[in-house]
Nanobody, 126 residues
Protein backbone atom coordinates (compact mmCIF):
# COMPACT_ATOMS: atom_id res chain seq x y z
CA UNK A 1 0.00 0.00 0.00
CA UNK A 2 1.46 3.32 -1.07
CA UNK A 3 1.14 6.12 1.45
CA UNK A 4 2.18 9.77 1.36
CA UNK A 5 1.74 11.70 4.58
CA UNK A 6 2.35 15.45 4.69
CA UNK A 7 3.11 17.40 7.82
CA UNK A 8 4.48 20.78 8.81
CA UNK A 9 1.70 23.04 7.65
CA UNK A 10 0.31 25.79 9.83
CA UNK A 11 -0.26 29.50 10.18
CA UNK A 12 2.51 32.05 9.82
CA UNK A 13 2.83 35.77 9.22
CA UNK A 14 4.03 37.13 5.91
CA UNK A 15 7.79 36.98 5.71
CA UNK A 16 7.96 33.89 7.87
CA UNK A 17 9.05 30.35 7.09
CA UNK A 18 7.64 26.84 7.21
CA UNK A 19 9.07 23.46 6.30
CA UNK A 20 6.76 20.81 4.94
CA UNK A 21 7.57 17.11 5.09
CA UNK A 22 6.11 14.17 3.20
CA UNK A 23 6.79 10.69 4.50
CA UNK A 24 6.48 8.07 1.78
CA UNK A 25 6.04 4.32 2.08
CA UNK A 26 5.21 1.42 -0.20
CA UNK A 27 7.54 2.39 -3.04
CA UNK A 28 11.24 2.58 -3.79
CA UNK A 29 11.44 6.23 -2.85
CA UNK A 30 14.70 6.95 -4.64
CA UNK A 31 13.23 5.77 -7.94
CA UNK A 32 10.28 8.16 -7.81
CA UNK A 33 9.84 11.62 -9.20
CA UNK A 34 8.43 13.71 -6.39
CA UNK A 35 6.65 17.01 -6.23
CA UNK A 36 4.72 19.57 -4.26
CA UNK A 37 1.48 21.06 -5.54
CA UNK A 38 -0.92 23.51 -3.96
CA UNK A 39 -4.53 24.51 -4.26
CA UNK A 40 -5.89 27.80 -3.03
CA UNK A 41 -9.62 28.33 -2.42
CA UNK A 42 -11.46 28.77 -5.70
CA UNK A 43 -8.38 27.98 -7.76
CA UNK A 44 -7.05 24.96 -9.60
CA UNK A 45 -4.26 22.85 -8.19
CA UNK A 46 -0.90 24.13 -9.37
CA UNK A 47 2.65 22.87 -9.43
CA UNK A 48 4.96 24.33 -6.81
CA UNK A 49 8.12 22.30 -7.28
CA UNK A 50 9.31 18.91 -8.47
CA UNK A 51 12.45 16.84 -8.04
CA UNK A 52 13.33 13.96 -10.31
CA UNK A 53 14.87 10.67 -9.28
CA UNK A 54 18.26 12.06 -10.33
CA UNK A 55 17.81 15.28 -8.40
CA UNK A 56 16.75 17.70 -11.12
CA UNK A 57 14.51 20.38 -9.63
CA UNK A 58 11.84 22.60 -11.13
CA UNK A 59 10.13 25.53 -9.44
CA UNK A 60 7.11 27.61 -10.30
CA UNK A 61 8.12 31.17 -11.09
CA UNK A 62 6.08 32.40 -8.15
CA UNK A 63 8.24 30.52 -5.63
CA UNK A 64 11.70 30.64 -7.21
CA UNK A 65 14.29 31.94 -4.79
CA UNK A 66 11.97 31.46 -1.81
CA UNK A 67 11.17 27.72 -1.74
CA UNK A 68 13.58 24.79 -1.78
CA UNK A 69 12.63 21.18 -2.49
CA UNK A 70 14.80 18.38 -1.15
CA UNK A 71 14.59 14.75 -0.20
CA UNK A 72 16.22 12.29 2.16
CA UNK A 73 16.34 8.88 0.51
CA UNK A 74 17.43 7.20 3.74
CA UNK A 75 14.33 8.53 5.49
CA UNK A 76 11.96 8.20 2.48
CA UNK A 77 10.95 11.79 3.05
CA UNK A 78 10.38 14.76 0.78
CA UNK A 79 10.72 18.32 2.06
CA UNK A 80 9.71 21.80 1.03
CA UNK A 81 11.45 24.67 2.79
CA UNK A 82 9.36 27.79 2.36
CA UNK A 83 10.90 31.15 3.19
CA UNK A 84 9.71 34.72 2.75
CA UNK A 85 6.15 33.52 2.69
CA UNK A 86 3.50 35.72 1.13
CA UNK A 87 -0.25 35.84 1.66
CA UNK A 88 -0.69 34.45 -1.84
CA UNK A 89 1.12 31.28 -0.75
CA UNK A 90 -1.93 30.38 1.33
CA UNK A 91 -3.21 27.03 0.09
CA UNK A 92 -3.47 23.34 0.79
CA UNK A 93 -0.14 21.79 -0.13
CA UNK A 94 -0.04 18.29 -1.56
CA UNK A 95 2.82 15.87 -1.93
CA UNK A 96 2.84 13.79 -5.12
CA UNK A 97 4.85 10.83 -6.35
CA UNK A 98 5.38 9.34 -9.80
CA UNK A 99 6.85 5.90 -9.24
CA UNK A 100 7.83 3.02 -11.55
CA UNK A 101 6.34 0.44 -9.22
CA UNK A 102 5.06 -0.31 -5.75
CA UNK A 103 5.22 -2.93 -3.04
CA UNK A 104 2.34 -5.32 -2.53
CA UNK A 105 3.33 -7.08 0.65
CA UNK A 106 6.82 -8.41 0.03
CA UNK A 107 6.46 -8.27 -3.74
CA UNK A 108 7.46 -5.39 -5.95
CA UNK A 109 4.95 -4.73 -8.72
CA UNK A 110 6.61 -2.96 -11.68
CA UNK A 111 3.58 -0.88 -12.61
CA UNK A 112 3.91 2.88 -12.89
CA UNK A 113 1.62 4.90 -10.68
CA UNK A 114 0.91 8.42 -9.50
CA UNK A 115 0.11 8.97 -5.85
CA UNK A 116 -1.05 11.90 -3.72
CA UNK A 117 -1.02 12.78 -0.06
CA UNK A 118 -4.00 14.13 1.81
CA UNK A 119 -2.66 17.68 1.92
CA UNK A 120 -1.59 20.10 4.62
CA UNK A 121 -2.92 23.62 5.09
CA UNK A 122 -0.57 26.59 4.91
CA UNK A 123 -2.04 29.94 5.90
CA UNK A 124 -0.02 33.14 5.57
CA UNK A 125 -1.44 36.27 7.16
CA UNK A 126 -0.46 39.88 6.58
Amino acid sequence: QVQLAESGGGSVQAGGSLKLSCAVSGVIFSSCGMGWYRQAPGKERELVSTISSVGTTIYADSVKGRFTISQDNAENTLYLQMNSLKTEDTAVYYCAADCPGFYSGDFFVPRRGNYWGQGTQVTVSS
